[in-house]
């Protein structure tokens, strides 16, 4: 069945404006529907304050990363206008080579001569020879033989009496007797050959070396007169003697040769009646 535009208009006209299809609104449809425009409003407000802030925060992004990459850029083109292009047109030429003669030696360099500090027109001094030597200024000192002493020779000591003689360990030969002393040849260890002359009273009062000897002061066989008076300057001569004081209580007594010198020595106690 064919209907026509005005039939099919028609009818439809009919149809909606049958009361049955209407709907009747509620009371408080006004205060709903502007309700909800102010939702869509308040919506759109804020739809587009976060698309205006999500815009300016991408403005301010790509305007960093631009900045940033012009930086880099600028500083690669800094850097590359810095850099030197070498020049590969070809080596620079190369200067003739010359034989040139080593230079020659310079003489070192003399040191200007040191001028005496202090100059004088006078002529130098000529020191005269020091003064000859004479056997009185300086004599010769005697070291043959063992050594006597101011007190003994060895272990041979001026006082011992007999009894210590023997507890030395001191071999006693009894030569004589005179003027109530004994003389006795002394031999054992710690003492060389020698006589001693022992006083009851005083014990042993000469020590007398059998063969040569000398005193510490370098006098002895062989030493001159004037060496026994500068050595010792107290000394005395009674006959053929010369006695040196070597203290309070001993001297030393020189028997002189004929020619004068000294042929052998002793030392004695001052207080003594044994000998002279």
Not at 101 to 122: G, I, K, N, R, Y
Request: glycine share 10%.
């Amino acid at each position: 069945m064919n209907v026509s535009d005005d039939e099919l208009e028609q009818r439809l006209r009919t149809l909606f404006s049958d009361d049955r299809l209407g709907v009747a609104p509620p009371a408080d449809a006004a205060p709903a529907i502007m309700a909800g425009a102010r939702r869509r409003r308040r919506r759109r407000k804020v739809l587009m304050s976060a698309s205006g802030a999500v815009c300016a925060l991408a403005l301010v992004s790509g305007g960093l990363v631009v900045f940033k990459f012009q930086a880099t850029t600028g500083a690669a083109d800094f850097t590359a206008s810095r850099l030197t292009v070498p020049n590969v047109s070809g080596p620079p030429p190369v200067a003739p080579v010359t034989s040139a003669s080593p230079p020659a030696a310079e003489d070192p360099p003399v040191a200007p001569p040191v001028a005496p500090s202090h100059l004088s027109s006078a002529p130098p001094k000529r020191h005269s020879p020091p003064p000859a030597v004479t056997r009185g200024d300086a004599p010769d000192k005697v070291t043959k033989g063992p050594l006597l002493t101011a007190d003994g020779l060895g272990v041979l000591k001026l006082g011992m009496t007999e009894e210590q003689l023997a507890e030395s360990g001191l071999t006693l030969t009894q030569v004589k007797e005179s003027a109530g002393c004994t003389y006795y040849d002394v031999a054992g260890a710690g003492v060389p050959a020698a006589t001693a002359v022992v006083s009851p009273d005083a014990g042993v009062v000469v020590v007398k070396p059998a063969g040569a000897a000398h005193t510490p002061e370098g006098v002895g066989e062989g030493s001159a007169k004037e060496d026994v008076t500068t050595a010792y300057p107290g000394t005395s001569q009674a006959s053929d003697e010369l006695v040196a004081p070597t203290g309070d209580e001993g001297a030393y007594h020189f028997t002189l040769a004929d020619d004068g010198s000294v042929s052998s020595l002793d030392v004695r106690s001052v207080n003594q009646t044994c000998a002279g």
